[in-house]
T-cell receptor, first 109, second 111 residues
Framework: AQRVTQPEKLLSVFKGAPVELKCNYS??????LFWYVQYSRQRLQLLLR??SRESIKGFTADLNKGETSFHLKKPFAQEEDSAMYYC???????????FGTGTLLAVQP | NAGVTQTPKFRVLKTGQSMTLLCAQD?????MYWYRQDPGMGLRLIHY???????AKGEVPDGYNVSRLKKQNFLLGLESAAPSQTSVYFC??????????FGPGTRLTVT
């Protein structure tokens, strides 16, 4: 079955601390994974995708096929990073994105 | 470009009432989606469309109907609202399905 698991509902860190938002997936083929972010009172938007191997706003995510993970990392958290983060898996022939339940990141001053 | 817009932003319904949520996009996207967002459950796909005149069921389609008569519009209907349909509804569109552009959401309360 295709599934995305985000085990943490809430992650609270202090400004300047490292951040790791966990995402694990279940998929039988070659996965395509994404991170979407929703800032307070704003719409959901794409943050990054594993294919691009890019760094957006200091965030990176590496696909680990052995551990079936796609964790989102940032070395030094900023208060403006506070948001809800969703990991998503492309469902292939289903033409659908499968979202995890989301992790709320709260960066304390 | 306005991107993806949703109408209305807020709505309160009584159990049994009906309503239609409108999603409009001006990016000439083929794919459009309706999700609901509930605490602890993330985003769940209700229905989606891969092109004008087509619709398909998502993960939680029961109690909802959709129509895509025009490429730019995707309507979500609730024929007989229930308290379990209290949620925030998001529409999204995309040129290719992986990168979706979301609307601002509609907050619906059913009493």
């Amino acid at each position: 079955a295709q599934r995305v698991t985000q085990p943490e509902k809430l992650l609270s860190v202090f400004k300047g601390a490292p951040v790791e938002l966990k995402c694990n997936y279940s998929y039988s083929g070659s996965p395509e994974l994404f991170w979407y972010v929703q800032y307070s009172r704003q719409r959901l938007q794409l943050l990054l995708r594993h294919i691009s191997r890019e760094s957006i706003k200091g965030f990176t995510a590496d696909l680990n096929k052995g551990e079936t993970s796609f964790h989102l990392k940032k070395p030094f958290a900023q208060e403006e990073d506070s948001a809800m983060y969703y990991c998503a898996l492309w469902g292939g022939a289903t033409n659908k994105l499968i979202f995890g339940t989301g992790t709320l990141l709260a960066v304390q001053p | 470009n306005a991107g993806v817009t949703q109408t209305p932003k807020f709505r309160v319904l009584k159990t049994g009432q009906s309503m239609t949520l409108l999603c409009a996009q001006d990016m000439n996207h083929e794919y459009m989606y309706w999700y609901r967002q509930d605490p602890g459950m993330g985003l769940r796909l209700i229905h989606y469309s891969v092109g004008e005149g087509t619709t398909a069921k998502g993960e939680v389609p029961d109690g909802y109907n959709v129509s895509r008569l025009k490429k730019q519009n995707f309507l979500l209907g609730l024929e007989s609202a229930a308290p379990s349909q209290t949620s925030v509804y998001f529409c999204a569109s995309s040129y290719q399905p992986r990168t979706q552009y979301f609307g601002p959401g509609t907050r619906l309360t059913v009493t």
